[in-house]
């Protein structure tokens, strides 16, 4: 006979319900993401078959992708694309799972749904879905900006550009004035829906020009916390990172980011990637960095050193891997005579992913070519998003030769071996700029330049001096650029060369007057600072920055010398000149 607490237990053990079996997902399903509320992107069709207790899944669409380590657990489903981003979702009681998509870099609201498709046509890339009255409206407003900027970036007439620049202005105004309210009543009235996680957002890169304070920047920061939550933990971390970088780019913000990138980095599980441990301390830092709250020295301290260390084992761990194949050195000019420099010219963006390929093919080049032979500069552009290393003299040499996407490359002044691409594709850019390059180094001019460029603190005195370079339409252009900056954007890459910084005397250079010319500039890389800080300052405030950080270090840098043909764009000759230190100079 069973004692009481036995039978209790025994009975309890009778009616207690049998753990849930796995959903069967068999069939085939469609795999959407969405990276701003209301607008879904199809991406790929999975079917899923279940054999003898076993599950398995492969891609339908599109073609060349795979589906790997397809698992099901409870209610949780978990499959990697084949070509990068992951899916971790949890299905509901309608049968569609709903999730994240993405890697360490970017995180993306997804959704795994039911479909008899076997193909994703055209029409069905993208799914839209109307969004409330007061999002569409601030949207609308978003819109009618970036289409007046975008007019105002193409005009090259200077009477048409100053309109549409008024035009622009009057565009911003309105949206600065209409769209905090707009989206405050997202926020209020749509709080369980993704509108109000990219209201939030938006509301708080606007910071002090939206009128939000410390206090309302805790509160949507909570809001958005609490829509995100249902599209899974990895999203909902990345997601409020991505709100803590834009607050602690707010000025006036300072408190609220710092409190926020505690409370990051204290419940950020151990086991988080590398790269996403140093987002959360890097942002933690540059929120301690701008603050003066109690406990701040300390706090910055323990955080910069924790933030060295692991950012010391990912920067190693890059090296290692990136450029991806080992770059030839060039084997050295076959005509003996031959002279010419040829000068490689990159516009790309830190937020531009097809801008990989080019950027790490134009680091392999660094390593391919001694600088007497080819000259490499990179300027950096706000394609497709805003870039922290852009300039307002990048961008002026981006309209000299009508560059209006990224990545773009001119050899000599020349357009050539356009296009880019994602890590794999590195090596092939490689190739084709060598095979742009090496007919160049075998060609000879009588263009001559060398200088001499000297450093005393941030003060830089350079002296130049032109023989055979003149003419008509031959200019000098002087170029200040950056050997080594590290920021990582968008698309990944944790190193930028050879960056221009500045264009001493200006993008458009100097007339080459003489037979022999020569030419002295200065450039102070402290008033280059501080007019980048501006410039970046009020770039913001019509285009917020994904990412806080703007380095401006500026230890190593370089001058380059450029002879050009302004009507023919031909870079005759070029040097690139290392900076001497001056006596007593630091």
Not at 21 to 33: F, H, K, R
């Amino acid at each position: 006979m069973l004692r009481p607490a036995l039978f209790a237990a025994a009975a309890l053990a009778l009616v207690a319900p049998a753990p849930a079996a796995d959903p069967d997902l068999s069939g085939t399903w469609l795999l959407s993401y969405s990276a701003r509320a209301g607008s879904d992107q199809n991406l790929m069709i999975v079917k899923v078959e279940t054999k003898d207790g076993k599950t398995t899944a492969s891609a339908v669409f599109p073609a060349g992708a795979a589906v790997s380590g397809f698992e099901v657990k409870d209610k949780a489903v978990k499959f990697g694309t084949g070509f990068g981003p992951s899916f971790e979702g949890t299905v509901g009681a309608d049968g569609a799972a709903v999730g994240n998509l993405g890697d360490d870099r970017l995180m993306f609201r997804a959704k795994l749904t039911k479909t008899d498709k076997t193909e994703i046509g055209q029409a069905d890339r993208v799914v839209t879905t109307p969004a409330p009255a007061p999002a569409a409206e601030a949207q609308k407003l978003a819109t009618a900006a970036a289409i007046a900027r975008g007019a105002v970036a193409r005009e090259k007439d200077a009477e048409k550009k100053k309109e549409l620049q008024e035009k622009a202005d009057a565009a911003q105004k309105e949206l600065d004035t209409k769209a905090p309210a707009l989206l405050r009543e997202v926020v209020a009235k749509h709080a369980d829906t993704p509108f109000a996680i990219d209201a939030a957002a938006d509301l708080i890169r606007g910071g002090a020009k939206f009128g939000v304070t410390a206090d309302e920047a805790g509160k949507l920061l909570a809001a958005a916390e609490k829509a995100a939550a249902p599209f899974g933990q990895r999203y909902a971390a990345t997601a409020a990172l991505v709100t803590v970088e834009a607050l602690a780019g707010s000025k006036g913000l300072e408190p609220a980011a710092v409190t926020a990138a505690e409370r990051l980095s204290k419940n950020l599980p151990a086991d988080a990637p590398a790269a996403l441990q140093a987002r959360v301390l890097g942002v933690y830092k540059l929120a301690l960095e701008k603050s003066d709250g109690p406990g701040r020295d300390a706090a910055l301290k323990t955080v910069s050193a924790e933030l060295a260390k692991i950012e010391g084992k990912i920067d190693a761990e890059y090296l290692a891997k990136v450029p991806p194949f080992k770059p030839a050195a060039f084997a050295g000019r076959k005509d003996k005579s031959a002279n010419r420099v040829a000068v490689m010219e990159l516009f790309t963006g830190a937020q531009c992913p097809p801008c990989v390929a080019a950027d790490v093919a134009f680091d392999a080049l660094l390593k391919a070519y001694k600088p007497t032979d080819v000259v490499l500069i990179q300027y950096h552009l706000h394609i497709p998003g805003p870039d922290p290393l852009t300039n307002p003299d990048a961008v002026e040499r981006a309209r000299y030769y009508g560059a209006n996407s990224t990545p773009n490359t001119f050899f000599n002044g020349k357009a050539a071996a356009a296009g880019g691409g994602g890590m794999a594709n590195a090596e092939n850019k490689f190739k084709q700029y060598t095979g742009v390059i090496d007919p160049l180094l075998e060609q000879t001019t009588e263009v001559k330049v060398a200088g001499k460029a000297t450093r005393a603190g941030d003060k830089l005195d350079i002296a130049v001096e032109v023989a055979g370079g003149d003419g008509e339409d031959m200019r000098l252009r002087l170029l200040v650029v950056e050997e080594d900056v590290k920021y990582v954007g968008g698309n990944g890459l944790r190193f930028h060369h050879q960056v221009v910084r500045a264009m001493p005397g200006g993008a458009a250079g100097v007339a080459v007057k003489d037979k022999v010319f020569r030419h002295t500039a200065a450039a102070d890389l402290t008033e280059v600072r501080a007019g980048l800080t501006k410039y970046l300052d009020d770039f913001a405030a019509t285009r917020p920055f994904p990412n806080p950080n703007r380095p401006m270090d500026m230890k190593a840098v370089r001058v380059i010398a450029l002879v050009q043909n302004d009507k023919t764009k031909e870079i005759a000759q070029a040097v690139q000149i290392e900076v001497e230190a001056k006596p007593g100079g630091r």
